[in-house]
């Protein structure tokens, strides 16, 4: 069996994270992610401050992130079947609804790390949860990404290949 990439599907979960991207990119301060602050740092303020979403800025990175998440994992699983994009989905789901709601209880979640002695290792989620703000906006939005990832992945998905009868 020959493998390969499903290439609309990681073509669109690539155009939705960079439209995520554009969000933080043009229209949040750069210091919301140590990505911005780099960013800046390497090639100064941007000429352009953009609010391409209009009022569903502040939702957009919640909905396009677990989108692409979705859809680039798909893409690698090329014949994936109907159970297997809804794994994909269930996993991003659950992911990205575990940290939206962790920034809920930030100072929880880091006293239990601390417990465990793991807070240095995990100190990317650490940051993002005590620097993150908690909408519940974003828990629609990841939900309706993961819907319209899962809607895509059908639509652009690759049927698996079945064995001749009588092979």
């Given at each position: 069996m020959k493998r390969f990439v499903n290439k609309k599907q990681l073509v669109a979960g690539?155009?939705?994270?960079?439209?995520?991207?554009?969000?933080?990119?043009?229209?949040?301060?750069s210091?919301?992610?140590s990505?911005?602050?780099?960013?800046?740092?390497t090639l100064g303020r941007l000429p352009i401050q953009a609010n391409l979403f209009g009022p569903f800025a502040g939702v957009a990175p919640d909905f396009f992130h677990p989108l692409a998440f979705s859809l680039v994992?798909?893409?690698?699983?090329?014949?994936?079947?109907?159970?297997?994009?809804?794994a994909v989905c269930l996993v991003w789901l659950t992911l990205e609804l575990m940290l939206e709601i962790g920034q809920?209880?930030?100072?929880?979640?880091?006293l239990c790390l601390q417990r465990f002695h793991v807070e240095k290792s995990l100190s990317p989620?650490?940051?993002?949860?005590?620097?993150g703000t908690y909408d519940p906006w974003d828990l629609l939005a990841i939900c309706?990404?993961?819907?319209?990832?899962?809607?895509?992945g059908k639509k652009?998905?690759?049927?698996?290949?079945?064995a001749k009868e009588g092979m």
């Open positions: 690539l155009l939705a994270f960079v439209a995520g991207a554009l969000e933080y990119l043009l229209h949040r301060p210091d919301v992610l990505v911005g602050e780099s960013f800046q740092k994992t798909m893409s690698v699983i090329p014949e994936a079947t109907k159970q297997m994009r809804l809920n209880f930030p100072t929880q979640i880091l989620i650490t940051g993002y949860l005590s620097a309706l990404g993961i819907i319209a990832a899962y809607i895509i652009t998905g690759v049927k698996p290949l079945r």
